[in-house]
């Protein structure tokens, strides 16, 4: 019998997921033929040794406990009507706390620069110890990733790369316990990611139209934006 595990119609699809009660969320839920729960049972099985491992458990714990902690009222009424009280800033000092970090890196882009130092003072404020590296650290010109002038930004002007490993690697030597992304750039934000030795989270996504809300393209697909979902999806 041939394997039809990489069939379109077999590969995860939670985002179209239309089960009433899914069981991803409930033990007596359902799902269709693609649902991940359902089908990869051997992998989520692995998943779940690896969540034995005491550093890997105690991260989830404290992340699990963070999520609950940001609402109010939980236990006092059935069904329970969420109540959210936790802005992100506020989570992100606190999941800090609880895991024991004491020295904070902060990586941001330039264009972000008075977002980074507003949130380098709450950090302080909170008892941490703060490195905020900005994305044009080491000053590499543009033409070292091989761009042309008429790609540059403002062509004819001497233009700073963005430089994330940089970036990550300074963190690296500066031995930060965990490290904040404030609106690094698309592509920029997966390098640093990728070399950052410290676990990491995300305060601010970048995006320049919607004063870095990218989701409210998401919530106006149907109307301002619904070009996207146009054949092509160009602006």
Known sequence: MADDTKHPSR???CANCSATLKVCRSEKGTGPAYCPTLRWTDVLAKVRSIYRDPAIRRFARMASLQEAECYVGRGETKPYV???VKPRVLEVCEFAE?????KLGVA???GLAREAEM????LEHRGFEVVSVVCKVGGVPKETLGLKEDEKICPGEFESMCNPIGQAMVLNEEGTDFNVLVGLCVGHDSLFLKHAGAPCTVLVVKDRVTGHNPAAVLYTSGSYYQRLLKTGGKP
């Open 98 to 102: 609880k895991m024991g970090y004491k």
């Open 108 to 110: 941001f882009c330039s």
């Open 119 to 122: 949130l380098v003072k709450i």
């Open 11 to 13: 590969r995860a699809r």
């Open 82 to 84: 969420l109540h959210p």
